[in-house]
């Protein structure tokens, strides 16, 4: 695993072309396209590391997994009043179904979904207190208590929310959000700035690989019913109108972020974190994505 790993890393250096960096949110423009780091997860608690694996970046949208997981442990299956569970082969940010589907999100996974999510696990409580949970939780999940927020890239999505904004006043249009505006979508950005590196987030991960335990902590984070619909979400939604290419290209539960990260979950074999701050014209990480492409077909990881 570990040579694979190093050819991985090698073979990505070499690419000149690299995608482009996020910049709608000005905080992530300044991260370096050159970056590359991936974690491979097992079971038994072995972690395989190549390249900037220990270095932290934004999870961005890979933080609506956590937000998904939250909220089934909260609601149970009246989240799914909250939020639908169809992959929405439109982009991350899109208004256009919610004019059509009274409001209500096709997903967790787009923008719209994940506000929703948010809405859903407030439950009365201040940002705050919500906030002081997710992090709890993600910190438990990898079991590494130095995890945090970037309050830096909080900040500066807060100052050009006006797209999320607009998502979540249209919601509220339709009753959809029970909390403030305002609050929801303060609390969704710093869910998004959560900073975790490619080791910690492959930890994370590891409770969806075996069935809702991670057996390197010995501890039972949801049913194994739960896991498995979560990778199927993942499978299904998590590269949003990439999706299937993504399914078609390394045929694993994922999920991708802005920060250019992706989680994939190769159920009973693995929990793998890749990061490359180059995007696809869709948001993904195009040199994530292919080192996830390179690593499936050498190990014969695809679920099909
Ligand atoms: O709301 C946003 O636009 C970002 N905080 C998250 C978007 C994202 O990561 C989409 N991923 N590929």
Redesign the pocket.
């Known amino acids: 695993m570990q040579t694979l790993l190093n050819n991985i890393a090698a073979e990505m250096a070499r690419v000149t072309e690299r995608g482009h960096v996020?910049d709608?949110?000005p905080q992530l423009a300044h991260v370096s396209a050159a970056r590359f780091g991936m974690a491979v997860a097992l079971p038994d608690g072995q972690v395989f590391t190549a390249g900037d694996a220990n270095e932290p970046f934004s999870i961005?949208?890979?933080s609506?997994v956590f937000a998904l997981t939250l909220a089934l442990g909260k609601r149970g299956d009246a989240l799914w009043q909250y939020v639908g569970r169809e992959p929405s082969g439109d982009p991350?940010?899109s208004i256009v179904q919610l004019e059509h589907e009274s409001g209500k999100p096709r997903n967790p996974f787009i923008?719209a979904g994940?506000i929703a999510v948010v809405d859903a696990i407030m439950m009365g409580h201040e940002p705050k207190e919500v906030l002081a949970e997710m992090l709890n939780f993600v910190r438990y999940l990898a079991n590494d208590a130095s995890i945090c927020f970037d309050h830096e890239v909080a900040a500066s999505?807060l100052e050009h929310k006006h797209?999320?904004a607009s998502l979540a006043h249209f919601m509220k249009a339709f009753g959809r959000l029970k909390h403030d505006v305002d609050k929801v979508i303060g609390t969704?950005?710093h869910q998004?700035?959560l900073a975790m590196s490619c080791v910690q987030l492959a930890q994370s991960g590891l409770f969806l690989v075996s069935d809702g335990v991670n057996q390197a902590t010995d501890s039972r984070v949801v049913s194994a019913q739960r896991a498995r619909r979560i990778n199927s979400l993942m499978m299904m939604c998590g590269?949003?109108d990439g999706s299937g290419e993504f399914a078609y290209r390394v045929g694993l539960p994922g999920k991708?972020?802005?920060?250019g990260g992706i989680l994939a979950i190769a159920p009973g074999k693995a929990s793998i974190a890749v990061w490359s701050p180059g995007?696809d014209r869709?948001?993904?990480s195009l040199l994530g994505t292919r080192a996830l492409e390179m690593l499936v077909q050498e190990t014969g990881w695809s679920v099909f």
């Open positions: 996020a709608y949110i961005q949208s890979i609506k991350f940010n923008n994940a999505e797209r999320n969704y950005f998004c700035a590269h949003y991708s972020g802005v920060g995007l869709i948001g993904n």
